[in-house]
């Protein structure tokens, strides 16, 4: 059991939500315009997590990075609608935990704007007393900052904080932030990439937090 803790902070894409469909659906709809190959689902999968300039800049030139965006973006805030679900007992684990009294805060690489549409279509933005995403900062995961300015929102100590996601950049982020990890194993990085980052805890999702908060 964790003890003492007042602050449960969550990713998003992996931990609760599944957008991988939206996320799939809109690159490769961006790939077609731009009149480039398809790329393979689970290559796309595996590169969510850092943000959207960092999921498409490996797939191209540097040179149609911003032309892409804009053809990615409005066709995600669509797709997000159509394509995207939480994870199978997120929304029981958040009831659970805001009855408890903790308080919750989303800590996403995700752009701001995505991350509001995703958390509102889904009905779960009552559950969150914050939110801060990458694009807000100077740096995102696996920098702490995201983590760190959240703690200083609530006022709370590295102590009383744990921190929830579903990539080794969540681990890595807990971890310079010095805060208790939790990482899930229904996203992008593989149970032996999470392995070796040596989290505190591993599950098999974040239904297992009932056992720890």
């Not at 939500?17 to 490769?28: H, L, R, T």
């Amino acid at each position: 059991m964790l003890k003492n803790i007042k602050l449960v902070i969550f990713d998003l894409d992996g931990t609760i939500v599944d957008a991988y469909d939206a996320i799939i659906d809109s690159f490769n709809y961006m790939m077609k315009r731009l009149r480039l190959p398809a790329v393979d689902p689970l290559a796309i999968r595996r590169a969510v997590g850092w943000g959207d300039k960092m999921l498409l800049s490996p797939f191209m030139k540097k040179d149609i990075l911003n032309k892409a965006l804009d053809i990615y973006r409005p066709h995600h805030k669509v797709s997000l609608l159509r394509k995207s679900h939480l994870i199978y007992g997120a929304k029981g684990v958040l009831m659970y935990l805001k009855a408890k009294g903790y308080k919750l805060a989303v800590a996403s690489n995700r752009p701001r704007e995505f991350s509001k549409i995703l958390i509102r279509h889904l009905k779960i933005d009552s559950f969150f007393d914050f939110m801060l995403c990458g694009d807000q900062l100077k740096k995102g995961k696996p920098d702490p900052e995201i983590i760190m300015k959240i703690m200083d929102f609530f006022s709370v100590s590295k102590s009383q904080t744990v921190y929830i996601g579903d990539m080794i950049v969540d681990v890595q982020a807990a971890k310079r932030a010095r805060v208790k990890s939790v990482a899930v194993l229904t996203g992008s990085s593989s149970q032996e990439e999470i392995q070796n980052e040596k989290p505190n805890y591993i599950f098999k999702d974040v239904r297992n937090l009932k056992n720890i908060l």
